[in-house]
Protein backbone atom coordinates (compact mmCIF):
# COMPACT_ATOMS: atom_id res chain seq x y z
CA UNK A 1 0.00 0.00 0.00
CA UNK A 2 1.16 3.30 -1.19
CA UNK A 3 0.20 6.72 0.90
CA UNK A 4 0.16 10.64 -0.36
CA UNK A 5 0.21 12.90 2.15
CA UNK A 6 -0.25 16.64 1.42
CA UNK A 7 0.85 19.66 3.36
CA UNK A 8 1.46 23.29 3.19
CA UNK A 9 -2.01 25.00 2.08
CA UNK A 10 -3.71 27.71 3.43
CA UNK A 11 -4.81 30.93 3.46
CA UNK A 12 -2.66 34.29 1.90
CA UNK A 13 -3.13 37.50 0.46
CA UNK A 14 -2.99 38.28 -3.07
CA UNK A 15 0.47 38.22 -4.34
CA UNK A 16 1.60 36.30 -1.10
CA UNK A 17 3.64 32.44 -1.57
CA UNK A 18 3.16 29.08 -0.16
CA UNK A 19 4.96 25.94 -0.77
CA UNK A 20 3.15 23.17 -0.80
CA UNK A 21 4.73 19.20 0.36
CA UNK A 22 4.24 15.52 -0.65
CA UNK A 23 5.44 13.08 0.40
CA UNK A 24 4.83 9.22 -0.81
CA UNK A 25 5.08 6.40 1.94
CA UNK A 26 4.59 2.51 1.81
CA UNK A 27 5.57 -0.38 -0.46
CA UNK A 28 7.55 1.72 -2.53
CA UNK A 29 9.76 0.45 -5.40
CA UNK A 30 10.32 3.57 -7.86
CA UNK A 31 8.40 6.42 -8.61
CA UNK A 32 8.09 7.70 -12.07
CA UNK A 33 6.23 11.29 -12.21
CA UNK A 34 5.23 12.98 -9.68
CA UNK A 35 2.58 16.71 -10.20
CA UNK A 36 0.19 18.91 -8.68
CA UNK A 37 -3.35 19.21 -9.64
CA UNK A 38 -6.31 21.51 -8.24
CA UNK A 39 -9.79 21.83 -8.52
CA UNK A 40 -11.68 25.17 -8.00
CA UNK A 41 -14.94 25.13 -7.04
CA UNK A 42 -17.42 24.07 -9.68
CA UNK A 43 -14.64 23.61 -11.89
CA UNK A 44 -13.01 20.24 -12.80
CA UNK A 45 -9.73 19.26 -11.81
CA UNK A 46 -6.36 20.37 -13.75
CA UNK A 47 -2.87 20.00 -14.26
CA UNK A 48 -0.75 22.48 -12.54
CA UNK A 49 2.67 20.71 -12.66
CA UNK A 50 4.41 17.36 -13.25
CA UNK A 51 8.52 16.75 -12.45
CA UNK A 52 10.13 13.41 -13.91
CA UNK A 53 12.60 11.78 -11.55
CA UNK A 54 15.33 13.18 -13.58
CA UNK A 55 14.18 16.63 -12.79
CA UNK A 56 12.61 17.92 -16.03
CA UNK A 57 9.19 19.44 -15.51
CA UNK A 58 5.97 20.47 -17.18
CA UNK A 59 3.49 23.89 -16.29
CA UNK A 60 0.43 25.10 -16.93
CA UNK A 61 0.23 28.37 -19.04
CA UNK A 62 -2.13 29.63 -16.22
CA UNK A 63 1.00 28.94 -13.30
CA UNK A 64 4.50 29.57 -15.63
CA UNK A 65 6.30 32.30 -14.12
CA UNK A 66 4.86 32.08 -10.37
CA UNK A 67 4.67 28.32 -9.48
CA UNK A 68 8.15 26.18 -9.24
CA UNK A 69 7.95 22.09 -8.90
CA UNK A 70 10.47 20.05 -7.73
CA UNK A 71 11.27 16.82 -6.14
CA UNK A 72 13.40 15.07 -3.88
CA UNK A 73 13.85 11.36 -4.52
CA UNK A 74 15.70 10.36 -1.65
CA UNK A 75 12.72 11.82 0.11
CA UNK A 76 9.86 10.77 -1.97
CA UNK A 77 8.60 14.31 -1.85
CA UNK A 78 7.25 16.63 -4.20
CA UNK A 79 7.10 20.10 -3.70
CA UNK A 80 5.33 23.06 -4.95
CA UNK A 81 6.39 26.40 -4.58
CA UNK A 82 3.62 29.06 -5.21
CA UNK A 83 4.80 32.73 -6.20
CA UNK A 84 2.83 36.01 -7.02
CA UNK A 85 -0.71 34.03 -5.88
CA UNK A 86 -3.95 35.26 -7.62
CA UNK A 87 -7.58 35.23 -6.49
CA UNK A 88 -7.88 32.58 -9.62
CA UNK A 89 -5.36 30.20 -7.72
CA UNK A 90 -8.05 29.18 -4.72
CA UNK A 91 -8.25 25.53 -4.84
CA UNK A 92 -7.94 22.02 -3.49
CA UNK A 93 -4.43 20.93 -4.25
CA UNK A 94 -4.05 17.12 -4.83
CA UNK A 95 -0.89 15.46 -4.98
CA UNK A 96 -0.64 12.75 -7.67
CA UNK A 97 2.24 10.18 -8.32
CA UNK A 98 2.96 7.03 -10.70
CA UNK A 99 4.60 4.64 -8.21
CA UNK A 100 5.63 1.24 -8.57
CA UNK A 101 5.40 -0.86 -5.62
CA UNK A 102 7.77 -3.43 -3.75
CA UNK A 103 5.70 -6.00 -5.96
CA UNK A 104 6.35 -4.43 -9.24
CA UNK A 105 2.57 -3.09 -9.89
CA UNK A 106 2.25 0.21 -11.50
CA UNK A 107 -0.25 2.29 -10.32
CA UNK A 108 -1.51 6.38 -9.98
CA UNK A 109 -2.00 7.63 -6.72
CA UNK A 110 -3.43 10.56 -5.31
CA UNK A 111 -3.24 12.47 -1.95
CA UNK A 112 -6.15 13.99 -0.19
CA UNK A 113 -5.95 17.53 -1.00
CA UNK A 114 -4.72 20.87 0.67
CA UNK A 115 -6.83 23.77 0.07
CA UNK A 116 -5.44 27.21 -0.83
CA UNK A 117 -7.33 30.52 -0.52
CA UNK A 118 -5.92 33.28 -1.87
CA UNK A 119 -7.72 36.36 -0.65
CA UNK A 120 -7.51 40.12 0.62
Known amino acids: QVQLVESGGGSVQPGGSLRLSCAASGSIFRINDMGWYRQAPGKQRELVAT???????NYADSVKGRFTISRDNAKNTVYLQMNSLKPEDTAVYYC??????????????WGKGTLVTVSS
Open 51 to 57: VTPGGTT
Open 96 to 109: NAYVVDTHIRGMNY
